[in-house]
T-cell receptor, first 113, second 117 residues
Framework: AQSVTQLDSQVPVFEEAPVELRCNYS??????LFWYVQYPNQGLQLLLK??????LVKGINGFEAEFNKSQTSFHLRKPSVHISDTAEYFC???????????FGKGTMLLVSP | GAVVSQHPSRVICKSGTSVKIECRSL??????MFWYRQFPKQSLMLMAT?????????EQGVEKDKFLINHASLTLSTLTVTSAHPEDSSFYIC?????????????FGEGSRLTVL
């Protein structure tokens, strides 16, 4: 089975500052990794995904994440955040070839002026 | 990109009634759809996997008779909460996999907020 840990339940940051949202996973098999964003009362939108290849993955809205196999991490970063980035961010993992996702508990990113 | 639509987005019902939530894949065929439940400020919990033309596979602890899932076509899955009670109030989200999409990516609906009075 896979598991995902998002240690930070909430990350406050000022507008235009850089941010890193942490994600660690546990799995005995190869995995795919995902980051999703959820705005209030909405479904999830895919930010980016790692399937294979380059460990640095670029996504939408200026976000990127780096897969680190030795540290079993997939941290999400953005060099300069906007107010509109305020949302809940979920890290998720699935076994290679499977659709079922296991989600972390989410990190609320709060961007203030 | 692929779009998944849920309806209704919000529903309020009285205790004891049944509520049906629809999940449609709008521009692709989804042989498999997934139903999640999300409690306030918590993560998504997979309830069941819905397979077109066959019975749904429920996760441990999810009552099959309470949450009826029907996947009658390649573009529609429904979740019926039967004899709803206040503790069933939650945010229900469906997702679907584009069968031609590598990587297990799921496309999510907008979610349906159920409030049982």
């Amino acid at each position: 089975a896979q598991s995902v840990t998002q240690l930070d339940s909430q990350v406050p940051v000022f507008e235009e500052a850089p941010v890193e949202l942490r994600c660690n996973y546990s799995s005995s098999v190869s995995v795919y990794l995902f980051w999703y964003v959820q705005y209030p009362n909405q479904g999830l939108q895919l930010l980016l995904k790692y399937l294979s290849g380059s460990t640095l993955v670029k996504g939408i809205n200026g976000f990127e994440a780096e897969f680190n196999k030795s540290q079993t991490s997939f941290h999400l970063r953005k060099p300069s955040v906007h107010i509109s980035d305020t949302a809940e961010y979920f890290c998720a993992v699935s076994r290679v070839g499977y659709s079922t996702l296991t989600f972390g508990k989410g990190t609320m990113l709060l961007v203030s002026p | 990109g692929a779009v998944v639509s849920q309806h209704p987005s919000r529903v309020i019902c009285k205790s004891g009634t049944s509520v049906k939530i629809e999940c449609r894949s709008l521009d692709f065929q989804a042989t498999t759809m997934f139903w999640y439940r999300q409690f306030p400020k918590q993560s998504l919990m997979l309830m069941a996997t819905s397979n077109e033309g066959s019975k749904a596979t429920y996760e441990q602890g999810v009552e099959k008779d309470k949450f009826l899932i029907n996947h009658a076509s390649l573009t529609l899955s429904t979740l019926t909460v039967t004899s709803a009670h206040p503790e069933d109030s939650s945010f229900y989200i469906c997702s679907a996999r584009d069968h031609g999409e590598e990587g297990g990516e799921l496309f999510f609906g907008e979610g349906s907020r159920l409030t049982v009075l």
